[in-house]
């Protein structure tokens, strides 16, 4: 296990391309591995957990030729039975639940000791109520799919989860009549976008969406847009060291733009230009400048679908920020890679930050110059945490080491050349 260490950095300017969505380049790879068709997935990003998806696929009968960040793609839309590996990765191992279930054969779906901690049973469930023969051990993998005849449903979904919403929206496509979904809080919604592209009929209003089964997905290229999660962290290094900071290609899809949302609250020194589209996905180059006089933030539940990832690293903003900022209703941070909650609690106070814990987030004292940093942080395999731990050590007077800090790959390759 590698230990990095971050200096302290006095202005934090940089000019770089956004890491490719994890979230479209998993989807982007399995919708095409199941569709007809021969297709290519460009600008992909190859961490740990989007490389767990595409061997699933292939797997599973896929022909998939990796070249760089180039995937030419000839899908099979009938699986073969096999036992696959999922690695650390939630989407895949939920994703795949869901698009198993109406196939034929069966599978075994397995994670790391990190995902075999994860919960499953929100995708178990609603499989099952369709009909789905999907079974876990106490509602964690491995998963068991036997793949048989579904029907649709109407479900109200229990939490906001992309990865849940997906599931049940892939394993619709193989059921029989139509299916119902309602959201309270409207999660991430790449699924449906991607599905719509490859000439799947989904009708959305609101916070509901219907689809008929016996729908199955044609092949299409993709170029994958940039992952504003990854882009948070080079952005609020430069927004809390005053120095300037631009992303080219960040996705800009409304149901992750929270980040920009809390740049609006609290008077943020930024700007975005160059909107474009890839793929029905809205991008555009970000540019921050500083924080200014910037005030306190309060997040919500009625935010957490659109920011849930850069929780961590706003966490570190918030110190900067001129008095108390508070981020509630956080809940489902406490079942990500780890208790996210807890961990960036514990990151902030080793670098010398006042916090406090509540029922469902955290209350962070602001006001900072600098924090004392001058710790050594363990990442416990968690790639935001470790990723925030090195924006927090680079604007502290001391700086510091991330312990771990190899695990960034899963969704940013490149993020430690940021602060070489």
Known sequence: MSEIRIDPIKKFSRTLLCAPDKSITHRALMFNAAARGKSEVRGMLCGEDCLSTLECMRKLGAQIELNGDRASITGNPEFASANLYAGNSGTTMRLLGGLLAAKRG????????????????????????????????????????????????????????????????????GAEGETRIREKEISRDHTEIMLESMGVNIFRSGGEIRLCGGQVPQAVSVLVAGDISSAAFPLVCGLITGGEVTVRNVGLNPTRTGLIEVFD?????????????????????????????????????????????????????ACFLRGESEISGAEELRVKESDRIARTLELLRS??????????????????????????????????????????????????????????AVSYPDFWRLFS
């Open 106 to 173: 069966e599978w075994v779906i397995s994670g790391d000791d990190s995902l075999s901690r994860r919960p499953m049973k929100r995708i178990i469930t609603p499989i099952e109520l369709m009909g789905g023969k999907i079974t876990g051990t106490d509602g964690h993998a491995p998963l068991t799919v036997k793949g048989g005849r579904l029907h649709g449903i109407d479900y109200d979904m229990p939490v906001a989860s992309a990865q849940v919403k997906s599931a049940v929206i892939l394993a619709a496509l």
């Open 265 to 317: 609250r609290i008077g943020a020194d930024y700007e975005i230009t160059d909107i474009n589209a890839a793929c029905g996905e809205k991008t555009g180059t970000v540019t921050v400048r500083g924080l200014g006089q910037a005030k306190p933030y309060k997040i919500d539940k009625s935010m957490m679908p659109r920011l849930v990832d850069e929780i961590p690293v706003l966490a570190v903003l």
């Open 351 to 408: 670098v010398g930050a006042t916090a406090e814990e509540t029922e469902s987030g955290m209350i962070i004292s602001g006001g900072n110059a600098r924090l004392r940093g001058g710790c050594a942080f363990d990442a416990q395999g968690d790639h935001r945490m470790a990723m925030s731990a090195a924006v927090a050590l680079a604007a502290s007077e001391k700086g510091g080491s991330v312990i771990g800090g190899e695990c960034a």
